[in-house]
């Protein structure tokens, strides 16, 4: 397949496994829900017609799917708006919150040229993403800056391809850039300025990037709240493929913002290949060094035929970038082909349901053991692949010893959205608690869903029932304190995240008398979360979660005022009920709308490790029944986890507790992956404590426990824990 003319006008892409999918626009046959429309051929289509009901044997397709659409938007460029064109494909079977791929066409090449040679719909089918193509306007990509309306154009599709209203969704951790020509450079120009908004980014035969891109990447921070933290120093993934030398400035920027080791390799398919690695300043439990630098040179159409449909699949699908740091966190994709992973689906109250579960080795090689269980819920529109990868609750599991559920909600209605998305049946101002507003559709329950997973996970591993805890993000966080309420019986503890909870006109004191018994609650949030009015904010009167932690307050009898301390970037409110850590409102500086896996890992060693539920729903607290206690005669606990330790030589643990005029007293214990290794009393608010010589190297779950007293515990301000090695 000779491409190379094709390539140096910027559209070399060539697919040599591509499958005889039928003309343009039309799909292959598939099996549709009855009435779905299927595509008339060699149709472009431009207004999508009113959505089917959501079949309910088959809910989480996409109701758009197999059509190529013709797409307009708006961008506003000084102060002016410009109305752009550009095409989008939809694969068959396309399910919400899947990846997404913007292709930029070289110059003088339009949408429907590159799609057809360069066999993007095939891509596009063979990985289910959705791919968006973008010709340049008037036929030339403008390089004569790195601001101008073409870039405009770009960053407003890319904000279009992950919005919530739309009639397909892809997942903001998942949208990747393609660029040939010049519009290889415009995607590595993209990147440089907008590093968070891309997973990873190819380009065949990239023209220069304007010097001024790669000056500003250098001079401008992430956001004003990190002015030390420049664009240029967010590592991305970038594989530049050409027939001649890539451009020594353009490679030299991504090596120098990947942090690059010296020495590259050359791997399998014969690029040169730089490794990234973090720097000091990030943090390890949660970026991974996977920004990886591949350069093809002087490539062939050989090479071409056989490696180019590589690009996504091999390179830019394996890593995403999830939101929760400055820059994003970067991740490999999870293989659920993997050991322990499984897909499940079951019909449930006529409905078809699925979840992703992960059974850790432990588990697996003592089936009849009883475990715990943790769900894991996700946000809005999102599902249960994603909330796994973006909070580790499978490594937590596999470090702790329990099963890990990670749902998918039911798509339906919501109040700013055209088309059915995945939400939670939860109590909120938005959604009808356990009623669908359609009097055709029957009535469900997600914690009835919830308790059937529980029954089928029990057909093959023994579960603990006293010791099922849920845990989710914003919707999911919602659902999560829904759960809480009219799953008290079923679940020990709850782990709301940057909830979305608006109860104006649900109030929860309504639904008070459902609860068997207390509930335990750990609150996380954001103090940049754009919206904290409704997600962390605990200190505004006015604020949701303010009010839903008063209603857990009362229905748990804790103390009214908190005990507060802080570990590093996070703030934790502690409601006492004797020396029972009740209530938990924990805010993390700098952290918006995200789950970062952090608060996975001290959310199961700080809350839901210590909790159980009696069948009769009694709570416990460390094995002991949760009574009304005096909180004068209470000793106060405070626990910081620090999740992953690396254990490389001999270290030791320095925890400080200090405390308002006077050195704070009391007793300090820590374990180790669950094991107690080390105890003793602060002098002068400090202790040092040596980790054993027998700890075996490698990673390793610290927690650390501070016992006070109540008049020591009234004045503490922070606890702090750092590791030493030497």
């Not at 956001?223 to 890539?246: E, K, N, T, Y």
């Not at 308002?660 to 002068?684: F, H, K, M, Q, Y």
């Amino acid at each position: 397949m000779m491409i190379g003319t094709r390539m140096r006008r910027g559209v070399g892409l060539a697919l040599a496994t591509a499958c005889a999918l039928g003309t343009w626009g039309l799909g292959a046959p598939t099996s549709s829900a009855a009435g779905r429309a299927q595509p008339d051929q060699g149709t472009v289509w431009v207004r999508p017609a009113l959505y089917d009901r959501v079949d309910p044997l088959d809910p989480y397709r996409g109701q758009f799917d197999g059509k190529l659409w013709q797409k307009s938007i708006t961008a506003t460029y000084a102060g002016t708006q410009q109305t752009f064109g550009y095409h989008l494909y939809i694969p068959n079977g396309f399910q919400l919150s899947a990846t997404g791929i913007i292709v930029l066409a070289g110059d003088g090449v339009d949408a429907p040229t590159l799609i057809e040679d360069e066999h993007w719909k095939a891509i596009a089918e063979a990985n289910k993403t959705v791919v968006a193509v973008l010709a340049a306007p008037d036929g030339t990509w403008d390089l004569s800056s790195d601001d101008t309306s073409d870039m405009a154009f770009v960053n407003a599709v890319r904000s279009a391809m992950s919005a919530k209203n739309e009639m397909y969704a892809v997942h903001e951790s998942k949208i990747y850039a393609v660029g040939y020509g010049s519009g290889g450079a415009m995607a590595q120009m993209a990147g440089m300025l907008a590093p968070i908004n891309w997973a990873g980014i190819a380009t065949f035969d990239a023209a220069d990037v304007p010097a001024s891109a790669r000056d500003r990447a250098r001079t401008t921070p992430v956001s004003a709240a990190f002015p030390d933290l420049m664009r240029a120093r967010i590592a991305m993934p970038v594989w530049m493929i050409s027939h001649g030398q890539a451009q020594d400035a353009q490679v030299d920027f991504w090596k120098e913002a990947a942090n690059v080791a010296s020495s590259p390799s050359v791997n399998a398919l014969g690029a040169v290949a730089y490794q990234s690695r973090l720097r000091p300043d990030e943090n390890p439990r949660n970026t991974e060094a996977v920004a990886q630098v591949w350069l093809s040179e002087g490539v062939d159409e050989t090479w071409l035929d056989q490696h180019a449909d590589e690009v996504f699949p091999d390179f830019l699908h394996g890593v995403r970038r999830f939101l929760g740091e400055p820059g994003g966190i970067l991740k490999r994709t999870v293989d659920l082909t993997a050991p322990g992973y499984s897909v499940e689906k079951k019909l449930v109250d006529g409905r078809m349901r699925q979840w992703i579960q992960y059974v850790p080795t432990s588990v697996r090689q003592h089936p009849d053991t009883p475990v715990p269980v943790v769900y894991v819920l996700h946000g809005r529109q999102c599902n249960g692949e994603i909330i796994l990868e973006h909070t580790d609750w499978d490594e937590v599991a596999e470090a702790r010893g329990f099963i890990a559920v990670f749902p998918t909600a039911y798509p339906r209605d919501y109040a700013d959205s055209r088309y059915p998305t995945n939400n939670w049946n939860a109590i909120t101002k938005d959604q009808d608690w356990l009623v669908t507003g359609d009097p055709a559709v029957p009535t469900y329950s997600d914690v009835d869903f919830f308790r059937s997973i529980s029954d089928s996970i029990d057909q093959t591993y023994a579960v603990d029932a006293s010791r099922r805890y849920v845990t989710g993000h914003s919707n999911g966080g919602g659902m999560t304190i829904t759960a809480g309420v009219f799953g008290s019986d079923f679940f020990a503890a709850i782990a709301p995240t940057s909830s979305i909870h608006d109860t104006s006109t649900k109030p929860l004191a309504d639904f008070a008398s459902t609860m068997v018994d207390r509930m335990p609650v750990a609150f996380y949030g954001g103090s940049a979360d754009a919206a904290n009015s409704i997600y962390p904010n605990y200190d505004d009167a006015a604020s949701y979660q303010r009010k839903t932690a008063d209603f857990f307050k009362a229905a748990d009898g804790t103390e009214d005022a908190p005990q507060v301390y802080r570990s590093g970037k996070f703030t934790t409110r502690t409601f006492f009920n004797g020396r029972v850590p009740m209530v938990v409102s924990t805010t993390i500086a700098g952290m918006g709308h995200a789950y970062i896996n952090e608060e996975s890992w001290r959310i199961w060693d700080e809350t839901f490790s210590q909790f159980s539920r009696d069948a009769d729903g009694t709570s416990r607290y460390q094995g002991v029944a949760v009574t009304d206690q005096a909180p004068s005669k209470a000793t106060p606990v405070v626990t910081v986890a620090v999740p992953r330790i690396v254990r490389d030589r001999r270290a030791s643990v320095v925890v400080t507790v200090s405390a308002d005029d006077v050195p704070a007293s009391g007793r300090v214990t820590a374990s180790i992956d669950g094991r107690s290794i080390a105890a003793g009393r602060l002098a002068d608010g400090r202790l040092t404590l040596k980790l054993p010589r027998h700890l075996a190297v490698g990673r390793h779950g610290l927690v650390v426990e501070y016992l006070g007293n109540a008049t020591t515990m009234a004045g503490v301000k922070a606890v702090t824990i750092r590791v030493h090695r030497r």
